[in-house]
T-cell receptor, first 113, second 113 residues
Framework: EAQVTQNPRYLITVTGKKLTVTCSQNMNHEYMSWYRQDPGLGLRQIYYSMNVEVTDKGDVPEGYKVSRKEKRNFPLILESPSPNQTSLYFC????????????FGPGTRLTVL | SQQGEEDPQALSIQEGENATMNCSYKTSINNLQWYRQNSGRGLVHLILIRSNEREKHSGRLRVTLDTSKKSSSLLITASRAADTASYFCATDVGGGSNYKLTFGKGTLLTVNP
């Protein structure tokens, strides 16, 4: 089944404790992206990747890192999480530059205390 | 500010009625997409319309695009309670190696049985 998976689905952590949210897709997509969704602010792009070893900032990259060492994986790293990073995070992928439909993961609800 | 803005922010209708949601954007686009999100879940792609298209249908969905007015509308005909969800428009910004997909804040549609 074609899908985007994220782990963990729920995470409660404390300020400053490094964490990684994994994202994996099995559709051989070139394009992958991370978004955060907050009430009243909608969906905002954090980082995106056009292909392996190619990443770029979205609208709200501060406090986040990403890497794309393999085509299927695009982990999101929070080196020193802060409470303002409490949010619902989505990973998405698509073929060829995202001009086509994006497939979304189920989301990761992160709470930073 | 958001590239895409949906209107209205919330819409409540009775089952069987039609629902119309609008999206306005600011800059030229390659394509415009509509997505649905059930509460707290990942977004699901509904339909994509390219900048050289004016209207597109998919089942009970009808999307129009007016590039001169920089606006799009999503019409759901004969709505059902299961259509209750948030609906987002997404526009692509940039090109080449600077591709980015930008989402609006969404319209919350409630279909009452």
């Amino acid at each position: 089944e074609a899908q985007v998976t994220q782990n963990p689905r729920y995470l409660i952590t404390v300020t400053g404790k490094k964490l990684t949210v994994t994202c994996s897709q099995n559709m051989n997509h070139e394009y992958m992206s991370w978004y955060r969704q907050d009430p009243g602010l909608g969906l905002r792009q954090i980082y995106y990747s056009m292909n392996v070893e190619v990443t770029d900032k979205g609208d709200v990259p501060e406090g986040y890192k990403v890497s794309r060492k393999e085509k299927r994986n695009f982990p999101l790293i929070l080196e020193s999480p802060s409470p303002n990073q409490t949010s619902l995070y989505f990973c998405a992928s698509s073929s060829w530059r995202g001009y086509n439909e994006q497939f979304f993961g189920p989301g990761t609800r992160l709470t930073v205390l | 500010s958001q590239q895409g803005e949906e209107d209205p922010q919330a819409l409540s209708i009775q089952e069987g009625e039609n629902a119309t949601m609008n999206c306005s954007y600011k800059t030229s686009i390659n394509n415009l997409q509509w997505y649905r999100q059930n509460s707290g879940r990942g977004l699901v792609h509904l339909i994509l319309i390219r900048s050289n298209e004016r209207e597109k249908h998919s089942g009970r969905l009808r999307v129009t695009l007016d590039t001169s007015k920089k606006s799009s509308s999503l019409l759901i005909t004969a709505s059902r309670a299961a259509d209750t969800a948030s609906y987002f428009c997404a526009t692509d910004v940039g090109g080449g190696s600077n591709y980015k997909l930008t989402f609006g804040k969404g319209t919350l549609l409630t279909v009452n049985p």
